[in-house]
């Protein structure tokens, strides 16, 4: 890895603003400033670093020029709302910027090929810049938008409908005029519209559509949430030949379906969800053995028992590949009938399992496991709330329950083993505040309430990790073909940043830099524990994580410290669970010869990168919503006050949380009382005159100025104290005299555009 240089990066920015320009290294020394021998040597250095690297190349007279790079790449282009782009070409490399004249009418998410036109600066912070020359293809196949009509003259005269326009912040500027040949939508419907015609030289912003489907009026309820998931191309409906193989599924086990099944409907076993869940896709028993070791009984609804492969219902669950769960509704990966009926473990009701049973001994080490196919009776639908009462002693509740505290207490003990076997490995327990968004009937939130895990939901996902452990390790041995849910190590750029913050914040973090382990950074989590850092702390170190995928070698779980990882345990609503399942039932039925292996070896390719894009798209329109309606909870509290903690800080301003998860940007604008800049080292704001400073992890005291649930966004001003607001009152007046000065053309004409440019290039920084 090349090590910043801040010289050599000098030199080389040179050349990038001139890439057709030769320099002498004197006239390079004259740039820069940079006098006497000394400094002349330093710079004929870094010429040679540059040649040496081809950065530069040597002519006559002992003049140099930017390399010329003639480099095409494909790669996917992100568009910024300002009109510029980057696209991002390959994982390790930074993704190539795109100046707005350069993109070629590129949208977000197209497939592009790009010329690099500047090379990347490997000293200094500047990516590579890059031109579109080709779109390979376009990403954004349909717009979702509001409908904005034309009169009857215009109709007439341009043979179009209207215009939508998007809610998308990156694709408010591309409206997509309608034909006359789709539905005819009203004034202010969402409307979802299939794209004839993209952007040209001739019209570089807008496009032509049809619409497709109408969802109501923006002011329906549910309306904004589903015009969400339609843009992000989620599956809201199911077709309707899925819909009747689901019908053709019965509601009961029959006599077939028993068949090679072991049956533990005699065992006591439960499910144990939230209040609101619907589908039940896995319960537990557990019991004591003579020699001191748990039995630990988890058992998995066998959704492949009523979801063969090819089917229809299998078709629709792999292109959905996972469930999406909405602030007031859930967007199932299988219809209803079988995710809250066949399927789901309801109590006293016979279901198809498959069980993964575990002997676990007093260090949480798994000594014993059998894998096989079974039928199961739920005694007990349990909630976490009255399991957590259970555990803390409430004697209402434990008569309730009297039958099943023995059975619960000790699964409280056992998930006390599990977890401290866990810490001890290494694996990386976070507790992040959830918030739960309170709805009214018509859909407006009414109320943002944080989610406390108490010990019956951390219970659950103890064993949950346990049996994925098991399952993974188990197929890993037998050398077969397996899906694993992979999180890879760190990227040891991210893992140096992470660790110079963690330094600022007085936080030493243990261990090599070039043997990053779990370990280093759970020590980093305890050492920050129940201080005001602890919130900052955590989020930059999820920042520096790698995204968990599937992947079909074992390539490990970082964050859980795990050699072996899968995800065995929730087949309802992800379809890898599924196919785990699948192969689950293959090994164990029909052995693991060449033929079976290389069945599966052909599918799971597809099948992990497939899943692992329909989850990340899944999380996008999950969180998406949820800050549409964290905006329109506050939208009626404009002007209010909240205290917040600096959670980020970045070249255009700070973003503040308030205690109920709400974030919100306060823009560099809003800063009123100085001229403040960006300390990328220290993660702050300074201020040019006062030297005060904002940095991230400090309290503020912030005004709520806007609140756009449309854009999803809230923004907030700092509250200054009496002598910052004298600052920012005589900061005002002196723009004021700028202002009043440029109408006269007097004198100070210069110096205003001179400020107001500084004031501009600010707010015209990208929001990534």
Not at 34 to 51: D, F, M, Q, S
Not at 152 to 169: A, C, M, N, P, R
Not at 231 to 241: G, I, L, M, R, S
Not at 717 to 731: C, F, S, V, W
């Amino acid at each position: 890895m090349i090590e910043k240089n801040k010289l050599i990066s000098d030199v080389l920015e040179i050349f990038r603003r001139e890439p057709e320009q030769k320099f002498t290294a004197q006239q390079i020394s004259d740039q820069l400033r940079l006098h006497g021998t000394p400094a002349y040597n330093r710079i004929l250095k870094a010429l040679a670093v540059l040649e040496g690297e081809n950065k530069i190349t040597i002519h006559d007279q002992n003049k140099f020029k930017l390399t010329i790079v003639n480099q095409l790449v494909t790669g996917n282009f992100r568009a910024n709302d300002k009109g510029f782009g980057f696209v991002r070409y390959d994982d390790e490399e930074p993704d190539i910027f795109i100046a707005r004249p350069n993109t070629l009418q590129a949208l977000n998410d197209d497939e592009v090929e790009v010329k690099v036109i500047k090379p990347a600066n490997p000293w200094g912070d500047n990516g590579a810049e890059g031109e579109v020359t080709r779109i390979i293809e376009h990403g954004l196949k349909q717009l979702v938008g509001e409908f904005m009509p034309y009169s009857d003259v215009q109709v007439q005269k341009t043979q179009l409908l209207g215009y939508i326009k998007s809610h998308e912040k990156k694709l408010a500027n591309n409206p997509v005029f309608l034909k006359d040949a789709g539905l005819h939508p009203q004034m202010g419907d969402m409307v979802q519209t299939e794209i004839v015609k993209y952007p040209d030289p001739k019209f570089p912003r807008s496009m032509v559509g049809i619409a497709t489907r109408i969802l109501g009026n923006k002011a329906d309820p549910g309306v904004d949430e589903m015009a969400i998931v339609y843009q992000k191309d989620v599956k809201a409906e199911f077709p309707e030949e899925v819909t009747a193989a689901a019908q053709e599924i019965p509601d009961h086990l029959e006599a077939t379906d028993w068949l090679g099944r072991r049956d533990l409907t005699d065992q006591v076993t439960v499910t144990i969800d939230g209040d609101d869940s619907k589908d039940f896709d896995d319960a537990v028993t557990l019991w004591k053995l003579d020699n001191g070791n748990y039995h630990l009984g988890v058992h998995i609804a066998d959704v492949t028992h009523y979801v063969q492969p090819n089917s229809a219902l299998d078709t629709e669950a792999f292109e959905r590949g996972t469930s999406t769960y909405l602030v007031d509704r859930v967007i199932p990966m299988l219809p209803f009938r079988l995710s809250n009926g066949i399927c789901s473990l309801n109590p006293n009701e016979a279901r198809c399992t498959l069980t993964c049973d575990m002997e676990i001994d007093g260090q949480g080490q798994v000594v014993s496991h059998e894998i096989y196919p079974s039928v199961i009776r739920s005694h007990a639908r349990l909630t976490y709330n009255n399991v957590n009462k259970v555990l803390e002693g409430d004697a209402q509740v434990r008569q309730q329950y009297a039958d099943l505290v023995p059975m619960l207490t000790a699964m409280a003990e056992l998930h006390e083993i599990l977890f401290a076997m866990r810490h001890q490995r290494g694996a990386l327990d976070f507790e992040e505040t959830e918030a739960q968004i309170i709805v009214d009937e018509q859909g407006h939130p009414t109320d943002i309430k944080l989610r406390e895990r108490g010990t019956a939901e951390k219970m659950i996902e103890s064993f949950m990790l346990a049996a994925n452990e098991t399952v993974a390790e188990h197929f890993n041995k037998l050398h077969v073909p397996f899906l694993y849910r992979v999180h890879e190590k760190p990227d040891s750029e991210k893992v140096k940043n992470f660790f110079e913050i963690a330094s600022s914040f007085g936080v030493s973090v243990p261990g090599s830099l070039h043997e990053v382990t779990p370990k280093m950074f759970q020590q980093v989590l305890q050492k920050v524990a129940g201080t005001p850092q602890e919130p900052v702390i955590t989020t930059m170190l999820l920042r520096s994580l790698q995204q968990a995928r599937y992947a079909v070698d074992p390539l490990g779980h970082f964050g859980l410290a795990a050699t072996y990882y899968t995800h065995f345990t929730s087949p309802i609503r992800r379809y890898p669970d599924l196919m785990v399942h699948r192969m689950i039932h293959s090994y164990t039925e029909k052995g693991i010869d060449p033929e079976i292996q290389n069945h599966w070896a052909e599918q799971l390719d597809e099948v992990a990168i497939r899943t692992s894009t329909c989850e990340r798209k899944s999380i996008d329109v999950e969180r998406a919503v949820t800050d549409l309606k964290k905006a329109e909870f506050m939208a009626d509290k404009v002007g209010q006050t909240f205290d917040a903690i600096i959670s980020s800080v970045t070249s255009f301003g700070m973003f503040v949380s308030l205690e109920n998860t709400v974030e919100g940007l306060v823009h560099i604008s809003n800063l009123l009382d100085d001229y403040y800049e960006f300390n990328e080292q220290a993660l702050s704001m300074v201020g040019k005159r006062t030297h005060h400073t904002y940095t991230m992890g400090d309290p503020i005291k912030v005004k709520l100025i806007r609140a756009d649930a449309e854009q999803r966004q809230v923004d907030f001003a700092p509250i200054l104290t009496p002598e910052q607001q004298k600052l920012a009152d005589a900061e005002q007046q002196r723009r004021n005299q700028f202002r009043r000065s440029d109408r006269r053309g007097g004198r100070s004409d210069r110096k205003s555009h001179q400020r107001t440019g500084k004031y501009e290039r600010h707010n015209s920084k990208p929001q990534h």
